[in-house]
């Protein structure tokens, strides 16, 4: 039983009432993927409700098995993604992320937009680039022996990626990275609301100076986009720049941190790598696999009864790809980290809402660990230091020491 004091609703069984041993808010110093998710998988039904699984505090539904979570996202009228995001509500105002929070036909309409601007021939197309600030970043440490890799690589890379796609200066990438910290970390709400503002003001002009001089780059190329004939709205412009903002950034940084760490901390598939890079393509796909690391959440529209659990309207979903990462039942032998294992993990999402960046994420992470593989010798976890993991919604290497 959960030691939680939360309000349990009326319709959710006592029986079903558990803790979630991967949402603490915490940081901890273990591979929790393995220490706590394989006790999770044994002792808890298929549905249960933990009292504090969402960002606030405050309780939801987990669905833990990969064929359960496939069929939350493919029904996208029962589970909603419309106003999850908490950030419109931090200032008191009502604005979807865009594509992220459209349901329905909006949604298929900007999708079919979209989907060709990041299809995988076009992510490819912008491989120079991404190389070239890997290089940039590895650079400043290669010949130190040491870093911390979270701090000095994983953290500044997708920032700077985004501010090469939206056209924006490098040097306002310390502004990002603190805004980025303030709206994803900041304990005190009040920094969060700051932050907010701010960054809505700094895209608003944004797209006012690209209306009134168009560039080569996503934010200009978006006030060509069109919606039942006529020109995305201002609203609408602002949403896409922000998901693509803060929906780019913790994600690819967990991602990178917790792949070099697996690598940092298993020198034989380190030594594979280098030994074979054509294998780090199905490696990702693997490590996405065992180290999936975001949680997201929707919101039940109607009564309905999911695998024999009532669930009422207002009720919400936590969607734990980390916990379905480590599925007994989907995965033969789930702990074990397996470069040559067929490809399918729900690490993007699944279904029509699957992550429209994905591919883009892919080839940061593949760029990035090439770039680590290539530039450094063999490196590995300084032994005299530990690796914090925060728990949370997206689980994540806090900083990664290594040596080399």
Not at 17 to 40: I, K, Q, S
Not at 176 to 198: G, N, S, Y
Not at 269 to 280: G, H
Request: aromatic share 10%; with cysteine.
């Amino acid at each position: 039983m959960a030691n939680s004091t939360v309000n349990i609703p009326a319709h959710v069984p006592g029986a079903l009432v558990l803790d979630c041993p991967v949402a603490d808010r915490t940081t901890v110093y273990e591979n929790v993927f393995e220490t706590r998710l394989a006790p999770l998988h044994a002792s808890t039904p298929p549905v249960y409700w933990c009292p504090n699984i969402y960002p606030d505090g405050t309780g939801g539904w987990i669905v833990r098995r990969v064929e359960d979570l496939k069929e939350v996202y493919a029904d996208d009228d029962l589970f909603t993604k419309k106003g999850f995001s908490s950030f419109a509500k931090l200032i008191g105002e009502d604005w979807d992320l865009v594509p992220t929070e459209l349901t329905g036909d909006p949604h298929k309409k900007v999708r079919k937009v979209l989907n060709p601007v990041f299809a995988p021939q076009k992510m490819f197309a912008l491989d120079d680039m991404v190389r070239g600030r890997a290089l940039e970043l590895v650079g400043a440490f290669k010949d130190k022996g040491h870093c911390d890799f979270v701090r000095d690589f994983a953290i500044p890379f997708p920032v700077s990626i985004f501010l090469d796609l939206f056209g924006l200066p490098q040097d306002e990438v310390d502004q990002f990275l603190a805004w980025e910290t303030a709206l994803l970390h900041a304990p005190d709400m009040q920094v969060r609301i700051k932050a907010t503002h701010e960054v809505k003001a700094y895209l608003l002009d944004a797209i006012a100076q690209r209306r009134s001089a168009p560039r080569e780059d996503l934010l200009s190329y978006a006030l060509t986009y069109e919606y039942d004939g006529e020109p995305w709205s201002n609203d609408m412009v602002f949403g896409y720049a922000w998901n693509l903002f803060v929906g780019g950034l913790d994600t690819v940084t967990a991602n990178i941190g917790l792949h070099l760490w697996h690598l940092a901390t298993h020198p034989e598939q380190q030594a594979e790598l280098r030994a074979d890079p054509s294998k780090l393509t199905l490696a990702i796909e693997e490590m996405m696999r065992a180290y999936a690391a975001v949680t997201t959440y929707r919101t039940v529209t109607r009564e309905t009864e999911f695998r024999g659990v009532k669930m009422l309207p207002g009720d919400r979903i936590a969607m734990s790809t980390s916990i379905t990462a480590r599925d007994p039942e989907a995965w033969p032998e789930p702990n074990r980290i397996d470069f040559d294992r067929k490809p399918g993990h729900l690490a993007f999402g699944s279904s029509s809402h699957r992550c429209l960046g994905m591919h883009l994420a892919r080839r940061e992470l593949i760029i990035a660990i090439e770039t680590m593989l290539a530039e450094l010798p063999e490196f590995r976890v300084d032994p005299q230091a530990e690796v914090p993991f925060w728990l949370g919604n997206i689980i994540q290497v806090k900083a990664l020491p290594l040596v080399w």
